[in-house]
């Protein structure tokens, strides 16, 4: 099954455009989990375990992993994730960039190291630096398109041709660069604008919504502006607010508790 075939399923199986950020950060942990070798495999598992059924797709990021020397420890979670729920794709947050055979490296990284069923990847670097990622049929490439972060403006709405840089990208994305249908965009929560625009651009092409949650994304507004006709398209990310819901033993059960009050509030609007 491929990562689009698989993320369609989520959306109505578990009835859910919540993707769930798994950005660990053992400074939040529980005090009964500091110390321990497997810290970061043992929270983000409870976490997983715990939300599954509610969401429809999981995204670690790597950047929290390999900081702390704990890539073995992502690599158990995604086997984890795969093995214990299947059918819930899980997205490597790596924003690659780069070319040629660096580009083609860091894809056997995300697909064939860490089995992940997509990954983000950062195009301003054009279509070469996309396509070693397009070789893995059955994978999806996220590209970035509108961030949510604030900076995101000093580059993504430089005009181009008549148009902001991030409509190009969304263009390119959808007319030239999709010819497998791998292909989905970031585009962030804090803009629902231009949610509202890429979508009018890319028709039914999924998108990643970060900045829900902690960053401060309007939930109505985010999935007004983002929803295809179907009431789908969106993997809404929430990271911060359902990982640190709860600080005692209870975490997974108060990270289940956010998980399903954003889910709801999420179909409210579907």
């Given at each position: 099954m491929t990562f689009t075939q698989q993320l369609a399923a989520a959306w109505q199986h578990n009835d859910s455009l919540l993707c769930v950020g798994l950005d660990p950060d053992p400074a939040k942990f529980p005090a009964h989990l500091k110390g321990r070798d497997d810290?970061?495999?043992e929270f983000c598992k409870n976490i997983v375990d715990a939300t599954a059924d509610l969401v429809c797709s999981f995204k670690p990021q790597i950047a929290y992993f390999a900081a702390r020397r704990a890539e073995d420890q992502l690599e158990a979670l995604i086997a984890h994730i795969h093995e214990q729920h299947p059918g819930v794709p899980v997205i490597l947050d790596a924003k690659r960039g780069d070319i040629g055979s660096t580009a083609e490296q860091y894809a056997v990284e995300a697909f064939a190291r860490f089995q992940a069923?997509?990954?983000?990847?950062?195009?301003?670097?054009?279509?070469?630096?996309?396509?070693?990622?397009?070789?893995?049929?059955?994978?999806?490439?996220?590209?970035l398109c509108r961030t949510s972060n604030p900076g995101g403006s000093d580059l993504q709405f430089l005009e181009t041709n008549g148009e902001k840089l991030y409509e190009h990208v969304a263009r390119l994305a959808a007319e030239k660069w999709n010819s497998t249908g791998q292909i989905g965009l970031v585009v962030g929560a804090t803009f629902p604008a231009e949610i509202a625009r890429v979508r009018q651009i890319v028709g039914d092409m999924p998108l990643l919504v970060p900045g829900i949650g902690a960053q401060g994304g309007d939930v109505e507004a985010t999935v007004k502006a983002g929803r295809t006709a179907a009431g789908s398209g969106l993997m809404i990310n929430s990271s911060r607010a359902i990982l640190y819901a709860g600080h005692g033993e209870d975490y997974a059960e108060a990270a289940r508790r956010a998980a399903l009050a954003t889910r709801a509030e999420i179909n409210q609007y579907r």
């Amino acid at each position: 099954m491929t990562f689009t075939q698989q993320l369609a399923a989520a959306w109505q199986h578990n009835d859910s455009l919540l993707c769930v950020g798994l950005d660990p950060d053992p400074a939040k942990f529980p005090a009964h989990l500091k110390g321990r070798d497997d810290a970061i495999l043992e929270f983000c598992k409870n976490i997983v375990d715990a939300t599954a059924d509610l969401v429809c797709s999981f995204k670690p990021q790597i950047a929290y992993f390999a900081a702390r020397r704990a890539e073995d420890q992502l690599e158990a979670l995604i086997a984890h994730i795969h093995e214990q729920h299947p059918g819930v794709p899980v997205i490597l947050d790596a924003k690659r960039g780069d070319i040629g055979s660096t580009a083609e490296q860091y894809a056997v990284e995300a697909f064939a190291r860490f089995q992940a069923d997509a990954v983000t990847v950062n195009p301003y670097m054009g279509r070469d630096s996309v396509e070693p990622y397009l070789a893995f049929p059955d994978k999806g490439v996220i590209l970035l398109c509108r961030t949510s972060n604030p900076g995101g403006s000093d580059l993504q709405f430089l005009e181009t041709n008549g148009e902001k840089l991030y409509e190009h990208v969304a263009r390119l994305a959808a007319e030239k660069w999709n010819s497998t249908g791998q292909i989905g965009l970031v585009v962030g929560a804090t803009f629902p604008a231009e949610i509202a625009r890429v979508r009018q651009i890319v028709g039914d092409m999924p998108l990643l919504v970060p900045g829900i949650g902690a960053q401060g994304g309007d939930v109505e507004a985010t999935v007004k502006a983002g929803r295809t006709a179907a009431g789908s398209g969106l993997m809404i990310n929430s990271s911060r607010a359902i990982l640190y819901a709860g600080h005692g033993e209870d975490y997974a059960e108060a990270a289940r508790r956010a998980a399903l009050a954003t889910r709801a509030e999420i179909n409210q609007y579907r």
